[in-house]
């Protein structure tokens, strides 16, 4: 065929293919889809490659560029776009935050490094408001003691005096006041009203002046020589004093265009003298002459860098040469030589090596070694601005006395906070005994500052807590002055999230308290109760709180009184309550002797104008109630009108707290007042119910858990007034996808349920368990669980029931996610119902098995875990049949990959072995036994524990059923099971290997587990021991003592202590039984006492104290006495053996009646 053909056969299927694209639904060739390109295509009329060879009336480069830009400019697309200068296309990009956000914001990679290390600092746990602490300052200056010696005697003391104190709070609360006033004013657009001086002179820069070296002041016409090199230039003194004039915004249009500069293009750009090693002075601002590269310093990084004393010993040989140590106070010249320039990286040409880096280039940061200090465990740079004195190399000779007790202070502080556990213990104790000689002074103003610091982490602190702690044991009344500087520093502790932080901080306080005493904490304390900072006064409540609880609160009442009656401010009132509202939180009921005094103190605040000290007194009240409860309701009495009245006219957060109150105070009441008060609050819980306010919701629930535990409340109260209201309002979908909330609506529909009954509950959540969210799903099928599982399920009717069992199942097979929590549900549901579940149990059975079946490993260890549950209520149905099938399909699934799922299976064939017996098991204990020996070496603790639990089951109550070959191997295996790191498993394995040596004897059992005595973990010896002290116990110990004492014989210290270990087991399990093997042991404990190895003499002092006191007044006392010499000789063990010589003392002094037939002593 000719070229000719091939064209008119190419255009005819190209029309006809165009032809039925058209048509619609059309799935024939789409040219659209299709490659245009055919450069790639072989032709039947070239022999050619294409790929290598051009074609004529093809470029194979086409579309692609065939030239560089220079500087990775485009000039075409320059072209197209800029017209006589003018860009004709906008240009956007990202701002400047989103750019810097991307550098160095939430978008940087973490370093997993540094995160750690940040993770472990305290500061990096707190939140914004504990983080206040910071905002104190430095420490306080110190306080004077007017209880001190020199005070009463007139002498005037270091320190500020409780009137300076107030002097400067009430200067500080007056700043804080205008500050207020001036940003409500500024926030008004009040400024001019504020500022009462604005200055007419101003020095204003001339521009054309400026670019010539001079400044010229436009209101004065002074012309000011501008120097060169000035960093800034001078400001005017009415500047400073007034607000600075908003500069005239101008506008882009208002300013005439910049002359359009021609855009070079990369043809007309003079060829640069690049290459890939940069020029000298390459990228300067400035070009630098050729006289000065002379003058440039090379390698002045760390070719002049001074050599350390490693690599002089390299260089200069050992003897012959001193190094000198350079006179005290000597510090090196650091300026660089006239006439250098300094160092600009980068700029240097030829070629250099790279070298490596090593300690020496990089220089010492940190100490490795503190003179006097030693090895420590790490030492942080945050450190050197607290110890950097000791690595200065001052000579101490020069030094002063209270200098050279600074240095040994932080020597001692060095090693509590980065030292060794021994060396802490050393430095900690020197610390406690030096306390009075060192004096408080110093060590608060090396401790503190410590505590202070931004990076301190929790071992940190709680190390110099304990030093604190220590040292206020011996400065005693010394500590006067600084307990200010440690309250701030301590009482940020009171709200940290750990509750240990909290514990320590508390014992702190309490301590200090008692080294001060009540007068001196009271007047250093009483200037922050109104300080203007919220975090200061919350603190120093708590503080407040833990000093009546240290010093008892009787004494401190009268202050509370006066405080929170005060009228100067009403941040006192508030500090006052907040103080006998953390009282109760803290002691509990030991507030209930001067429970009528705390209320007392508060009851005038419920109606202060302050909407603040409103809420915090009625909270405050509540914790006197919760804390009392159920006594003190007459304590109450003055403030019950009151709070009532509160609560009906309160609204928003002060009624939060006004019922929060009422509720805790119904619970206290009479059953007459109580449901006289439950009745009148029903009707402000029922408004409240539609409150968006999540603490409003929480309260509202509390109050009505409250009401309906207390005992006159009737059901039919709940049921008529409230029961719909709360469902409709709490029980909805949004509630359930909050796990706080959901659990107080569980707990609450709980309460309620106790008093209408549980059909009213599950009538009402029944239709829950099919809904579509699983979430809800899930709530509601825990709330009828809880309800059930405590009141049964009597009540419930037929309809109710069928309903209930439906919505189960469904609920069940619907788990998106297996929850053990659904698991428990249905388990309790079932379980209860009993007999009549009968009917259901085919379609449950039937679900499991499917379930079985499941792809999904949790699908299937849910089904088997529910069978485990649900056995003992086949079992009162009488559905054997139903057990003996699903015991079958176990045991085909014991085959199971997943050691989760085997667990389950194991754990559900041990509750039908439980419930239907072995007699009439499916399949016979002989089959299923066998299948248990390999799983025993499985070695996931789920599967150990279930299968020795299911063998010892066999093995207990039909250990005949199986030859005694199998029982061997099962020992062989369990031996293995010796060494599980869970105790369970280890204390199942030797109660199986007694169950074990009763079905077939003890001789086989015994011999395998003596064998084991010689291997040398530990752990497996002690178990094996106790495993033979189990068999003794249920064979007989005449059955194993033999071997024991035979086995003793072996000289391997290993079979030795293990046998005394054994021994020791027996004689502590058999107890009385001792008496008839006491004098046949006595020879081996005698010769085990006198041994050579510690360990074995202290276990055979274990196995006499045993025996001692399982023959305790039985007349064993001569074999007693006979070890007594082989104890005495036993120095080192006579601390372990000291409870057996207490009571053969004892027995040797009884009367004769106890002694009959032996000797007296």
Known sequence: MSDKDFETIRRLQAERNAASSGKKGSNAFDPSTQRTDTSTKASLTESFDTELYERAAVDKFAGYNTSIAINDDDDDNQDADELNGRRLVGQYTATKAQINEFAGGDTEEADILMGREKQAQIASRETDYQKRRFQRGPLTPTRADPFAANSQAGVPSEGLSYKEIMQTREVEREEARIAKLIAEKEANGETGAVVEHRPTLRDTPDKENSEAGSTVDVATGRKRKNRWGAETEPVADGETNGAVEKKKKTSKWDEPAPPVKPKARRWDVVPAA???????????????????????????????????????????PSEGYKILEPPPGYEPTRVAPSGLVPPTPGIYGGFMMQAPQSNSMMGKQLPTEIPGVGDLQFFKAEDMAYFGKLVDGADEDQMTVEELKERKIMRLLLKVKNGTPAMRKTALRQLTDSARQFGAGPLFNQILPLLMEKTLEDQERHLLVKVIDRILYKLDELVRPFVHKILVVIEPLLIDVDYYARVEGREIISNLSKAAGLAHMISTMRPDIDHPDEYVRNTTARAFAVVASALGIPSLLPFLRA????????????????????????????????LRGLVECIAGNLNDEQPRVRTVTSLALAALAEASNPYGIDSFEVILHPLWTGARKQRGKSLTSFLKAVGYLIPLMDDEYATYYTTQITEILLREFSSPDEEMKKVVLKVVSQCAQTKGVKGKFLIDKMLDEFFKAFWVRRMALDKRMSKEVIQTTFDLGQKVGVSEIVERTVGNLKDENEAYRKMSIETIEKVISSLGAASINDDLEKRLVDGTLTTFQDQSVEDELILNGVGTIFNSLGPRIDVYLPQIISSILWRLNNKQASVRMQAADLISRITVVMRVCGRDDLMSKLSVI?????????????????????????????????????????????????????????????????????ADLVPPKEWMRICFELLDMLKAHKKGIRRAANNTFGFIAKAIGPQDVLNTLLNNLRVQERQSRVCTAVAIGIVAETCGPYTVLPALMNEYRVPELNVQNGVLKSLSFLFEYIGEMAKDYVYAITPLLEDALIDRDQVHRQTAAAVVKHIALGVVGLGCEDAMVCIEPAMKTCADDLAAASSQSRLAQPLRNEPSCHRQGHRSY
């Open 890 to 958: 176990l045991y085909e699934y014991l085959g199971e990959e997943y050691p989760e799922v085997l667990g389950s299976i194991l754990g559900a064939l041990r509750s039908i072995v439980s419930v239907v017996g072995l007699e009439s098991m499916k399949p016979p204990v002989r089959d299923l036994l066998p299948r248990l020996t390999p799983i025993l070496r499985n070695r996931h603790e789920k599967v150990q524990e279930n299968t020795i639990d299911l063998v010892g089951r066999i093995a207990d109550r039909g």
């Open 274 to 316: 690049g290459g890939a090693t940069p020029a000298v002075a390459a990228g300067l601002a400035t070009p630098m002459h050729a006289s000065q590269v002379g003058f440039m310093p090379f390698g002045g990084d760390f070719r002049n860098a001074p050599l350390s004393d490693e690599a002089l010993d390299m260089m200069l």
């Open 563 to 594: 405080v929170c009656k005060s009228k100067r401010s009403w941040a006192a009132r508030h500090t006052g309550v907040k103080i006998v509202q953390q009282i109760p939180i803290l002691l509990g009921c030991a507030v209930l002797p001067h």
